[in-house]
C-alpha cells in the first residue's frame, strides 16, 4: 500500500486532472493520477463523444497515456468523480471496462485503487477485492 504522502499526492493530482474532463453530455466530470513503477505519474480525465460510445474514462486515459510511452508496470491509481460544479460526495469506483483494462497490466493483489472525496477523505481497495477471480493473461 503507498503511504499517506503518496496517496494525498496521487489525489491533489486526480483533482487537477479532472478540471481538464471533456463531459459536455454527462456534466460528470472524473480525473485520475497512476502511478507508474518507476514513479512516474499519468495523469487523465474522462473524455466524451457526441456518438457515446467512443467516450474514454479517465482511468484508462490515464493507463493508455502510460502504455503508449512505454510504461506496463504500475503501483497505484487515485480517481475522483463528481458532478460539474458540485461538491464531491460519493467514492467513483471504476467501471467494469477499467478495470479489466487494470487486470491486465497490474498485480491483482498488489495494484492499490485510491477513491477519493479529498485528499485526507479517501477509500483504498486492492484490484483483487474490485475484481475478484478476474480473467488475465494467466488463464490463456
Ligand atoms: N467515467 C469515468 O471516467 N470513469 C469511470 O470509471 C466511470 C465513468 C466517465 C465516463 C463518462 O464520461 C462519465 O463518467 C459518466 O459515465
Redesign the pocket.
Known amino acids: 500500500m503507498p503511504d499517506k504522502n503518496t496517496i494525498e499526492s496521487l489525489i491533489e493530482k486526480a483533482l487537477d486532472a479532472r478540471t481538464f474532463s471533456y463531459?459536455p453530455y454527462?456534466e460528470?466530470q472524473?480525473g485520475a493520477a497512476l502511478l507508474a513503477g518507476d514513479g512516474t505519474v499519468y495523469m487523465g480525465c474522462?473524455i466524451?463523444n457526441a456518438a457515446y460510445s467512443p467516450?474514454n474514462?479517465?482511468?484508462r486515459t490515464a493507463f493508455f497515456k502510460a502504455v503508449s510511452e512505454g510504461k506496463i508496470e504500475f503501483r497505484a491509481i487515485a480517481i475522483v468523480?463528481g458532478a460539474k460544479g458540485k461538491e464531491i460526495t460519493k467514492y467513483?469506483y471504476?467501471?467494469g471496462v477499467?478495470r479489466q483494462v487494470m487486470m491486465e497490466f497490474c498485480r491483482p493483489d498488489d495494484f492499490y485503487i485510491i477513491v477519493a472525496k479529498s485528499a485526507t477523505e479517501y477509500d483504498v481497495k486492492t484490484l483483487e477485492e474490485l475484481l475478484p477471480d478476474g480473467f488475465g493473461a494467466a488463464n490463456l
Do not use: I, M
Open positions: 463531459s454527462s460528470y472524473v474522462n466524451e467516450t474514462c479517465a482511468e468523480g467513483a471504476p467501471c477499467c
